[in-house]
């Protein structure tokens, strides 16, 4: 059988460069242009093409076809493809300047950065090794986008500034209007989805005069409660694909789905604007905004929202039940929920203790401190309608003002965390209850200690001081602190 050939073969011979010497020089000189050489190389081709194929039989049309192809592909190459000589002729030359040696040149200016500089580091420098690095410098403050305004109270005396603004934070009629307002635009937009769904709204104190953290720590809380099968039921679609159920939730993770479904509904229909979610705390929400055009305040309020939380709800009930025995006991959660929020160490997805361990931590120092007159007893799970008239009767004796004086002073000298548990169910002082799970931290250097135990009520189990990081452990002990030394020399509110 005859060997066939290759068309790559055929192509490479119709391709054959120039031929710097050997046979035929003086002829190949004869040419001059490349227009004319190539035309002579296309013609040899052709010659040798057709050779090829009259000495092989007609039965292979496949070559033939072939062997065409690639000289009229060869023939339209030649006629569209400009010269050498033509693309060096139109080509500008740009001179370049001899390269100085690199000693000789001039250091480049340091542009400055500034989105990613820090506030407490300078630009980079060259070091005479002609490496660059960073210098320190004075630690400097750059003023914020929204700076937080300084609070403003009529009065100059202590007293007086801090019953003006408890007045201020606290719960009162326009606040039950808006809560009523945000719930019932809440239930217009879930019970079409989940029509057994019943919705609860918790106000722990005045939203609007709250400026610093006030989106980090919202002051209202609605609530969704719904059993497991209604959410099973409602939710089939979240779960089932192509007609069969791909996996079945329980738990958080039926919680989460509720509450991304029902996010969903409000921002669409209610007219809610989404702000961030916190899945990974005890209680899972999102937090919420709603702004002003909805009609229900002048300025964008923050809200928690949340499916069959109880946190909320537990809070709402300590409130209460402390506040039938001595209305001090509210003011003065209340004064010491702001002073927490506006310093920074009531964000628990930021490693601090949430605003319910501070209710907790309040109502702890009325029932165990010595300096306190209020006497609170111990808080079970189960509300009591029994009263201490006794402590009633002594309600006069000192003011909030005082009583928050006395609140620092006792958590930054006298209250020691890692020997003492924080129990209002046994409203005394002693180390934390045995079921009551211990919380290490861990820090930078590696060192270990036990943060603060903190005991809920209603469930004896749960340390509310579990998601307390270290540098959240050390910011709380500096806030105490700062907050003992202006109080011990008289500083304003």
């Not at 009523?180 to 722990?204: M, N």
């Not at 039926?254 to 604007?273: D, N, P, S, W, Y």
């Not at 029932?367 to 509300?383: F, H, K, T, W, Y």
Request: some cysteine; charged content about 25%; proline content about 8%.
């Amino acid at each position: 059988r005859k060997p066939s050939l290759q068309i790559s073969s055929m192509c490479c011979m119709a391709d054959t460069p120039r031929p710097a010497s050997g046979a035929f020089p003086s002829l190949w000189k004869f040419f001059a242009s490349d227009e004319q050489r190539q035309l002579v190389m296309l013609v040899a081709g052709i010659t040798v093409a057709v050779l090829l194929c009259a000495s092989f039989p007609r039965q292979e049309p496949e070559l033939v076809l072939a062997l065409t192809a690639a000289v009229v592909y060869k023939a339209r190459e030649a006629q569209w493809k400009p010269s050498t000589t033509q693309k060096l002729s139109s080509a500008k030359v740009i001179p370049r300047s001899p390269r100085s040696p690199r000693s000789s040149r001039s250091p480049r200016p340091v542009k400055q950065r500034q989105a990613n500089i820090r506030s407490d580091e300078q630009p980079k420098v060259s070091s005479p090794g002609g490496k660059s690095s960073w210098q320190a410098g004075p630690r400097t403050c750059k003023p914020s986008a929204r700076p937080i305004a300084p609070l403003k109270c009529t009065a100059n005396d202590w007293e007086a500034d801090v019953d003006e603004l408890v007045r201020q934070i606290g719960r009162t009629a326009e606040v039950d209007s808006l809560l009523q307002s945000i719930v019932d635009a809440t239930r217009a937009a879930i019970l079409p989805v989940i029509p057994e769904a019943e919705i609860i709204g918790f106000a722990s104190g005045n939203p609007i005069p709250n400026k610093a953290f006030a989106m980090a720590v919202p002051e209202i809380h609605i609530v969704m409660k719904a059993s497991s099968p209604v959410l099973l039921h409602r939710l089939e679609s979240r779960y089932t694909r192509g007609g069969t159920i791909s996996y079945r939730p329980d738990g958080k993770k039926l919680h989460k789905c509720a509450i991304r479904t029902c996010t969903e509904q409000l921002v669409a229909e209610a007219g809610f604007k989404f702000r961030r979610s916190a899945f990974v705390s005890d209680d899972p929400k999102v937090c919420l905004l709603v702004p002003p055009k909805l009609g229900f305040c002048t300025e964008s309020i923050a809200i928690d929202f949340s499916v069959n939380a109880t946190t909320p709800l537990r809070s709402e009930t300590v409130i209460s039940e402390c506040n039938s025995l001595d209305r001090r006991s509210q003011s003065l959660m209340l004064l010491v929920r702001r002073w927490a929020r506006d310093r920074g160490i009531a964000h628990a997805a930021r490693g601090h203790l949430p605003i319910y361990a501070w209710n907790l931590l309040t109502v702890f120092f009325l029932q165990v401190a010595p300096e306190s007159d209020v006497g609170l007893r111990p808080i079970s799970g189960a509300p009591s309608a029994q009263k201490d008239t006794k402590a009633i009767e002594q309600s006069s004796l000192k003011s909030v003002g005082e009583l928050f004086r006395q609140f620092v002073a006792f958590y930054a000298r006298d209250f020691h965390c890692q020997q003492e548990g924080i129990s209002v169910r046994l409203g005394q002082r002693a180390p934390p209850p045995a079921e009551l799970p211990l919380n290490y931290l861990k820090s930078e250097v590696g060192s270990k200690e036990v943060g603060p135990s903190i005991e809920d009520p209603f469930e004896v189990t749960r340390n509310l001081g579990s998601g307390m990081s270290s540098s959240g452990l050390a910011r709380l002990r500096e806030e105490l602190l700062r907050a003992d030394e202006l109080c011990s020399r008289g500083a304003s509110l």
